[in-house]
């Protein structure tokens, strides 16, 4: 065999022998013990709040190899956490946007390295508040011989069972 395959046959024995361990080695759940503690609550929901963008001054952008890995990745110079000036698109204030891109002379070195890109820079236009919903949830923590862990019971269950009841 090749050097590469062995390796490709090495990694494919040891990811079977690791599920394999996983689902034989260990006990599972635990259903049964002596309940050590309770924990639970009803259902209930949050307001959580999403921000909501608008994209302004859009332009299509030549690219080459060089001058799209620097759109993509902002770092010194290029971070689009802003400039504090509002250019186009109608911007409230001083909004941040990121800073303006050099235009390139349409040469992209290599004939297929370059193309066109479209890039926008987005402004904040508002935050939009939503409702999160939670589930109820109750659980008994069990004690088995050593082994503890928590179990998911149904709301009259678990107002039936109190601490240090054997389930």
Not at 43 to 70: D, G, H, K, P, Q
Not at 115 to 139: F, I, K, M
Request: proline residues 5%; aromatic residues 4%.
């Amino acid at each position: 065999m090749k050097p590469a395959a062995d390796r490709i046959v090495l990694a494919s024995v040891a990811i079977a022998a690791s599920v394999a361990l996983t689902a034989c080695g260990g006990p599972g759940a635990l259903e049964h013990g002596v309940v050590k503690d309770k924990r639970g609550h009803a259902a209930y929901t949050t307001t959580e709040y999403r921000n909501v963008y608008r994209e302004t001054n859009c332009r299509n952008i030549t690219t080459s190899a060089f001058t799209l890995s620097a759109v993509s990745k902002p770092g010194a110079g290029g971070s689009r956490s802003g400039s504090g000036s509002s250019r186009g698109g109608g911007g409230k204030g001083s909004q941040p946007t990121a800073p303006d891109l050099k235009k390139t002379d349409g040469k992209t070195g290599k004939e297929g390295t370059g193309g066109t890109r479209r890039v926008c820079d987005r402004t904040l236009e508002r935050r939009e508040p939503y409702l999160q919903n939670h589930p109820a949830s109750w659980e008994l923590e069990l004690e088995d011989g050593g082994r503890t862990g928590w179990k998911p019971v149904s709301k009259e269950t678990w107002d039936e069972i109190k601490i240090g009841d054997r389930v």
